[in-house]
């Protein structure tokens, strides 16, 4: 698509268009990075620097061909993750849209910007990328037939023959030749450690949607086996009053992740516990805050447990005092970044373990669940809330270590 983009830019006289995903903030490391990528690889291959003749913007990620006067600009249907609407009425002069993620768009979305798509100076084109979702996706019953595979539970999709709509499908077979072996081997090694993953995000094969489950095919390794791995380890923290507040510690290895529970108590709970060793370290508590009278109480807490201080702790950010607090007594604790659905999709990409001890982790895991929508069907990136403190915890943690190394599923 982004090299679509370059040659109708490069080669139109009259060409408009946008790169758009759900979040506009992703656009930066996805497509808008991929047009940059493809603009050097033309430059190197043709002897030519076309930097001289696009001007590329990073801060509103938009390229302006300077021979012809085309342009190139990005939208998101969101302007962040916390469903804020961004504007995407001032789209109406585009010739082509390349949107990428797209199962990630509602069927509403899609009508508005489609709606809005009105120039007479060239053919309108809306260029869509997307994995696999479930059958009762609007992308799925809305353009394409469904026929049994050969693997329960999951169908192959057929375009209806819509009149202007083209379907492109394709798995990484199809593109080998440019694929690193140790990638290769990768995917193929999800079709034992994850199935569900394997055949829907590899192979493009079409859920029936029955699971509701957010996380699937986890498994269980004993506290040695977690300790043998050789891998970088974080804490993920997720905190509670009245709530558990839960600790998590995650290894990563190979396109694994390894969870052992650390912590999963109540703060209020923790207070009760420890409350005459507190009143002596530091007296009576004067402010009556909920947070307030918990002061100190975490710190004694990772102390009498052995919470590591050379190993980086990713907070729930709803708590900056805690946070601060763990800071000033030696932890190395920072924000998470709460993306939710992003960072669901990523630990789905991988293949993922947890420890025999970590009870309550393993209770959250069997019972976390979508929400589901009026048809009872569920909603991608939506998990119920409430029993998930540990999980959350870890959801930080994995998200930290992707930062952190880099890491690509």
């Not at 758009?20 to 690889?41: M, N, P, T, Y």
């Not at 709460?338 to 209770?363: C, P, Q, V, W």
Request: glycine letters at 8%.
């Amino acid at each position: 698509m982004t090299l679509h983009a370059l040659f109708k830019g490069l080669t139109s006289n009259y060409f408009r268009g946008y790169f758009v995903r759900a979040i506009h903030g992703h656009i930066r490391d996805s497509l808008w990075q991929d047009f940059k990528d493809r603009v050097e690889e033309v430059s190197d291959l043709n002897h030519i620097k076309l930097t001289d003749h696009i001007l590329l913007r990073e801060d509103t990620m938009s390229a302006i061909f300077l021979d012809n006067g085309n342009m190139i600009k990005s939208r998101g249907f969101k302007s962040s993750s916390k469903g804020n609407t961004a504007h995407m009425k001032s789209i109406a002069g585009a010739t082509d849209v390349y949107g990428e993620e797209y199962e990630e768009v509602g069927q509403e979305e899609h009508y508005k910007l489609a709606d809005s798509l009105r120039t007479v100076k060239g053919p309108v084109r809306i260029h869509r990328s997307w994995n696999a979702p479930p059958k009762d996706h609007w992308l799925i019953s809305e353009y394409y037939s469904l026929s049994p595979s050969d693997v329960e539970g999951f169908y192959r999709a057929k375009p209806k023959g819509i009149p202007g709509h083209l379907s492109i499908f394709g798995t990484y077979l199809d593109n080998i030749k440019n694929l690193d072996h140790n990638t290769v081997a990768r995917y193929q090694r999800y079709k034992q450690t994850n199935p569900k993953y394997y055949w829907n995000q590899i192979m493009g094969l079409v859920s029936d949607g029955g699971d509701k489950k957010v996380y699937y095919g986890w498994r269980k390794v004993t506290y040695s086996e977690f300790l043998q791995i050789d891998g970088p380890m974080v804490y993920g923290l997720d905190f509670g009053d009245t709530a558990p507040t839960a600790l998590v510690a995650v290894k990563y290895h190979d396109g694994c992740f390894y969870r052992h529970e650390v912590l999963y108590e109540s703060m209020r709970a923790m207070q009760i516990r420890y409350q005459e060793q507190l009143l002596k370290i530091r007296g009576e508590v004067q402010d009556n805050s909920i947070w307030g009278k918990h002061k100190g109480l975490l710190t004694y807490v990772f102390d009498r447990i052995g919470v590591e201080k050379t190993v980086p702790i990713f907070c729930d950010p709803a708590q900056k005092g805690l946070i601060i607090e763990l800071r000033e007594h030696g932890w190395m604790a920072v924000e998470a970044k709460k993306d939710k659905m992003a960072n669901i999709n990523f630990i789905n990409r991988a293949a993922n373990f947890y420890t025999d001890g970590s009870i309550n982790l393993e209770h959250e895991y069997d019972h976390y669940y979508l929400e589901t929508d009026l048809n009872g069907h569920p909603i991608d990136g939506r998990p119920i809330k409430g029993n998930d403190h540990a999980l959350e915890a870890a959801e930080y943690a994995c998200r930290g270590l992707k930062d952190e190394l880099s890491i690509v599923l």
